[in-house]
């Protein structure tokens, strides 16, 4: 990339590979080096004259420093937020809408997504990128604030309404029949389902991701093997371990036989280890640390070596090597990269290792820490299992009291824990009554169209039927050849174009709109068509002015000769 950026003659050809670079440096974490080719694009973008690029290289420097989230440092994220909303100042200065609207969708991804969470904010932006975009003609701009907003309004909780918008940036998307957009849609709705751990719905959604990434011209690799890797991910949040393996496997081998970069092909290997562990098939997870070394190597490079201390502590439990075991969960409690839910978890395993050992008092004092991890989590479910290992390690040490305590304590979270289930389960319903309720009104809406088109297929039979009976009554009355030539030119085109137009709906459905295949069959249509209209034309219009004709008289009727024509004289 370097040579190209060499090998470019003006600043304009420069500017992509200076993007390109400056992502790359940024996705691997050494941000010195992607700063000056940041600063180089504003450079250039600041000597031109051109607003719109010097908008779009500021937006491009805001996105830039998301690359790779799990290296966002907060310094890089408060850049990241001050390039947007310079975007977004001088998009307004500008009259530039549309690089307005879409920094204030990238401001409402930030405050959904990172490390500093305030979603009232990310709504808030997300409303803002709306009123834009419907001031504009622009409906891919509509749709993408749409997702920012079902996004929000999901992430709080409130579903139906994120349904709603969802539903609607879909409805849209398919009017524009935009696979960008529509793709961005479903990955919106797999989310969503699995928020609500309706994990076959997210499952429909990412197959047909899958589908759109595989028919797209040319294929985008690393678009199908993140596909296979979502699957497999979300196979294994089902407990589906058979299926989550297969498309584990199915990335893994996609990437290497594509070539991917071996931090991609680490990561399906990392989720298969994980996956063999948590389904106690250690003989797999050791076979994958045998068969590829360098996946150990990858996740020391990557600092998330918690993973495999976990891995690690979860086969010496299982092989009752209590010390070794004991060993690896304090290294993975302790890991500066772990979150708080995998500090959870590897506290409660260890806290659950001193039980095993019937070291009660122990197990109290981790299962503690655990309770305290899992508050800051604000997880109902974490803090919840908190409690029932307290009250457990409580009542095998004698301790009756806090047994009691504890105890009563997991009943008030589970109690709110079913009650959360309940709303869930509620909202599942609302969601598919609407969903009901929008196929209803969509399948109104296609009988309206059907018989709009059925009126509009009658007209133009009827107008046909009766432009060639005053063709024929052209022909049985006195009229002159120039009329009839005139109107049965007319007729004939109308009748022929008409057949056209009935034949392209099945076209359509034969082809699904391929271009070659639409093109095709419409040459080999017109070659019969072109011909044939020609040969009944001129037939049906030489009989209309050679035949006898009527000459209306007062009173009566009487027959006439042929008309003369320009060729008989």
Known sequence: ???????????????????????????????????????????????????????????????????????????????????????????RQNNLPDYEANAYI?????????????????????????????????????????????????????????????????HLSEKLNNDALKKSIFNSFSEFYSSLNDYQKSIEYLLKVLDLDQQKKPVNHRDIFGDYLRLGMTYAAQHETGLAEEYYYKSYNYGKQDKLNENFLMTPLARLHTLYTYANQFDKAKAIDL??????????????EFIRYGNNAYYYMSTQQ????????KKAETH????????????????????????????????????????L?????????????????????????????????????????????????L????????????????????????????LQYMGITACIATVFILLVLFGVFSSSTTVIRGFGFFAFILFFEFIILLSDNIIHGWTHGEP?????????????????????????????????????????FRKKGPVKTDTDS
Not at 24 to 52: C, H, R, T
Not at 291 to 304: D, F, M, R, S, Y
Request: net charge positive.
């Open 1 to 91: 990339m370097k040579k190209k950026l060499d090998l470019a003659k003006t600043q304009e050809e420069k500017l992509p590979i200076l993007d390109s670079l400056a992502r790359m440096y940024f996705k691997y974490g050494n941000d010195s080096v992607a700063k000056i080719y940041s600063a180089q694009q504003l450079s250039i973008a600041n000597n031109s004259n051109d607003i719109k690029l010097k908008a779009e290289t500021l937006f491009k420097n805001g996105d830039s420093r998301l690359e790779n989230p799990g290296r966002l440092s907060p310094q890089r994220f408060e850049e990241s937020i001050d390039f947007f909303n310079r975007t977004v100042v001088y998009a």
């Open 106 to 170: 990238k401001l409402s991804t930030i405050y959904r997504t990172s490390f500093s969470i305030d979603i009232n904010k990310s709504i808030e932006y997300a409303n803002l990128a709306q009123n834009i975009a419907g001031l504009t003609d622009n409906d891919s701009l509509k749709i993408l604030s749409m997702i920012a907003l079902g996004s929000g309004y999901n992430y709080k909780k409130n579903r139906l309404t994120a349904f709603r918008y969802f539903s609607n940036a879909l």
């Open 291 to 304: 068969a590829h070394p360098e996946l150990l190597k990858a996740i020391i490079k990557n600092k998330i």
């Open 322 to 329: 209590w010390d070794s075991a004991e060993y690896f969960w």
């Open 336 to 375: 500066p990269n772990a979150s708080p839910s995998d500090v959870w978890g590897a506290l409660l395993r260890h806290g659950q290792l001193k039980m095993k050992q019937k070291k009660y008092d122990e197990s109290i004092q981790i299962f503690e820490k655990a309770k305290a991890t899992a508050i």
């Open 377 to 425: 989590t604000e997880n109902i479910d974490l803090i919840k299992s908190s409690y029932h290992y307290l009250d457990s390690a409580c009542f095998l040490k004698g301790d009756f009291t806090n047994a009691y305590r504890n105890r009563a304590a997991y009943d008030i979270y589970n109690d709110s824990l079913q009650q959360l289930n309940k709303e869930k389960e």
């Open 427 to 454: 909202s599942i319903l609302e969601i598919e009554n609407e969903n009901q309720r929008l196929v209803q009104v969509q399948k109104e809406e296609q009988e309206r169209i059907r018989r709009r088109h059925n």
């Open 516 to 556: 070659w295949k639409v093109l095709a069959i419409k040459i080999g249509l017109i070659a019969i068509l072109f011909p044939l209209h020609h040969y009944i034309e001129v037939k049906v219009v030489h009989h209309l002015i050679h035949r006898k004709k009527l000459q209306l008289r007062p009173g009566s």
